[in-house]
Each structure stands twice: as structure tokens, then as C-alpha cells.
């Protein structure tokens, strides 16, 4: 059993790796036939090889302080599809949830032999849908803030790409967030400075190929979008364009 999981975090997974992939990115319409849950909880009076336990579909292993619990994912209210945004990564999770996961695990392994089968199996079903559903929860609202955080950090940017001081810091400052979470803001490219570069070089591209824009000079057009001097400009325009400003511009206004 994968121990690799921290504290105070959950990690969802799907059983079938190849079926998971598939359904993950969209190429299939089937679902694994099992989700797995796995966490930290602190379960006492365990042997050392730990505790296997099987109710039907439903099983809960527990090792070495790692918990992990497998339903049918075709039993879950949750459809797969809803699970995407949890899905093999870490998921923080409530601290009052991790100890309801622990007192309930260390009830089930206490005495399963007492247990009648089919409850044992709807009780483990219900506290996967709890954890699920709150870490969903948790995830989505998270999601929704960085998103809206890196809305307003491009719109910052967008509206003071002329201003050739603009920096991460500025950047912060302006949103009252660290610099290290702005960062975190931008994970699927060149970080700040390259959006900063790449925005810059779409506003000249307007401004280039705009017709009312035809009397501006190239040096007006490179400060306006936020260079210090239109050498500079020309560099960065030809290494991202593969095209000198000048001739951009009669290539697109013929």
C-alpha cells in the first residue's frame, strides 16, 4: 500500500490505471470500477502487518498509519466525472474530518466479525461519499479562488503593460497577495514575467496591424507596450514572431 501521502491530505485514486487515464481525459465513457481513498489517521490498537477487511464491494485497508478505503465507484451519488479535480494529487483535508475517518475506521476494525456485512458495507460507502464530497468541496471553492485571483492579476497586467516598471512585486503589492502566491498563480508556462513578455507582444501585434494605428512609428508602439527601447522591442518581437516589427506590419496591412 502506497504510503505516500501527508498528513492533513487525501489522495483519491481509480483502480485500472489504464481505465482511469482514459476516463480522466475525457476518451472513454466508462469509469474504473473502483475509487480509492487514501489518507493518514491514527487507528489504535492495530497488529503490525496491519488490517485488511472486505465488506462486498467496499474494502478498508489500514498500515503504518496510512487508511485506505475502496468502494464501487458505480455506487457512489458522485459521478466520476465530478472526481476529475481530485483525482491522483494531494487534497487537503479538514482536520475534524480526519479524526471522523479515524474513530470510524478504528470502530469497523475493532470488532468485524460482529458486523453485520451489508451495513458494515453501506457505512463505509457513506463515509467515502462524506470525505469525497467535502474534499470536492474544498478543492472547488480552492480552484475557484486561484482562478479568480489570476483573473484579476491578468487583468492588473493587462491594464498596466505600458508601464515598463511592472514587476512580480508590483504585481503582489497591487493584488495584496505574496509574491510566492502570485507565482503559484501561474504554473503552465514562463511564469510571470513571460506572461508579462507574451501579453506585451499580443498588444503589439494589434497595435501593428491596426490601420488607425498606420502613423504611430515602431519606437511609440514599443514603449506603448511597456519596452524601454525599441531595439529592445525588436529583439523580443523577433524572437517570439520570427518577424522584425517593421516587416510584421507590412506583411498584415497590405
Known amino acids: ?31 474504473p470500477p473502483q475509487v480509492q481513498v487514501l489518507l493518514r489517521a491514527t487507528v489504535p490498537r492495530l497488529p503490525p502487518q496491519g488490517v485488511a477487511l472486505a465488506f462486498g464491494e467496499c474494502s478498508v485497508r489500514v498500515r503504518g498509519g496510512v487508511v485506505l478505503i475502496s468502494v464501487a465507484a458505480g455506487k457512489l451519488s458522485v459521478g466520476f466525472g465530478e472526481l476529475r479535480p481530485l483525482l491522483f494529487q494531494p487534497v487537503p483535508l479538514d482536520r475534524g474530518l480526519q479524526s471522523l475517518v479515524s474513530s470510524s475506521v478504528a470502530h469497523l476494525v475493532a470488532a468485524p466479525e460482529s458486523l453485520d456485512q451489508h451495513g458494515a458495507r453501506a457505512f463505509l460507502l457513506g463515509l467515502t461519499e462524506l470525505v469525497l464530497r467535502t474534499a470536492l468541496r474544498t478543492e472547488l471553492d480552492r480552484a475557484d479562488a486561484l482562478a479568480t485571483r489570476r483573473r484579476a492579476a491578468i487583468d492588473h ?97 497590405r
Open 157 to 253: 497586467i493587462r491594464d498596466h503593460l505600458a508601464d515598463p516598471t511592472l514587476t512580480a512585486d508590483r504585481i503582489a503589492d497591487a493584488l495584496f497577495i505574496s509574491r510566492r502566491r502570485l507565482y503559484q498563480l501561474f504554473t503552465d508556462g514562463d511564469g510571470i514575467s513571460g506572461r508579462i513578455r507574451t501579453m506585451r507582444i499580443d498588444r503589439a501585434k494589434e497595435l501593428l496591424t491596426d490601420p488607425t494605428q498606420g502613423s504611430r512609428t515602431i519606437a511609440e508602439i514599443s514603449r506603448h507596450c511597456g519596452f524601454t527601447n525599441a531595439a529592445h522591442f525588436s529583439r523580443t518581437f523577433h524572437k517570439s514572431t520570427g518577424h522584425s516589427p517593421r516587416d510584421y506590419r507590412d506583411r498584415h496591412t
Open 1 to 31: 500500500m502506497d504510503a505516500q501521502v501527508a498528513p492533513g491530505q487525501l489522495v483519491v485514486r481509480a483502480s485500472g490505471a489504464a481505465a482511469a487515464r482514459l476516463a480522466i481525459e475525457g476518451r472513454s465513457r466508462s469509469e
